[in-house]
């Protein structure tokens, strides 16, 4: 009998991603996507210490609460993302999709969930998966780089049926926690030659 595709949820998952599991799922139970849950990912943060010592280094780098949380939630998303990505680029987007619910402070709030599903705080093209992300605190770009973020993208050999694409390193600005413009490409690399 065919294996019915599936989606995972993190909470079960989370702790996975290192040990090759979620790639098992994927690969030999058809998993084709995955959601997570903020406060089953909260659990996992709370009963486990693997999180430990990225708290700490954040909370060192100034970072607090939601904030914390979700940067700690995108990081292992983005891994998975990367687990998901020949399923995303085979489907042309149809699935391998990798997503985040809503803030459970919202729980009671429908105009702000709507607000947030619908609102992301920066959007990409698809096809372009993070490699990493990092806030820039200086100004030995100019003053218009400061406090802004940088966002590095690996390139893609197939984003069928868009154009193949390189490496590109973004800048998208932000002041008091927010995005306060569109991105802009800062750097760029050749386009990866195709798989032979």
Excluded: C
């Excluded at 406060?39 to 999180?51: C, E, G, L, Q």
């Excluded at 990081?75 to 999709?97: K, M, N, Q, S, Y």
């Amino acid at each position: 009998m065919a294996k019915r595709p599936a989606r995972a949820t993190s909470g079960r998952y989370v702790s996975r991603l290192t040990s090759g599991t979620l790639a098992r799922y994927i690969s030999e139970d058809a998993v084709t996507g995955l959601t997570s849950n903020p406060t089953i990912f909260d659990h996992a943060i709370k009963n486990s210490s693997r999180y430990d010592a990225a708290i700490r280094k954040k909370v060192k780098e100034g970072k607090s609460g939601e904030d914390l949380f979700f940067e700690l939630a995108l990081e292992d998303l983005t891994r998975a993302a990367d687990l998901f990505r020949p399923i995303w680029d085979r489907t042309h987007g149809v699935d391998g999709w990798v997503s985040l619910e809503v803030s459970p402070e919202l729980a009671k709030d429908t105009q702000g969930t709507i607000a947030a599903a619908k609102d992301p705080i920066i959007a990409f093209p698809g096809h372009w998966a993070p490699m990493s992300l990092a806030f820039y605190p200086s100004d030995k770009f100019g003053s218009a780089y400061s406090g802004g973020l940088f966002i590095a993208f690996h390139g893609s050999w197939n984003r069928a049926p868009l154009p193949q694409a390189g490496f590109r390193v973004v800048f998208a600005p932000f002041a008091d926690g927010k995005a306060t413009g569109s991105y802009t490409t800062f750097a760029s690399g050749p386009t990866p030659s195709a798989r032979r």
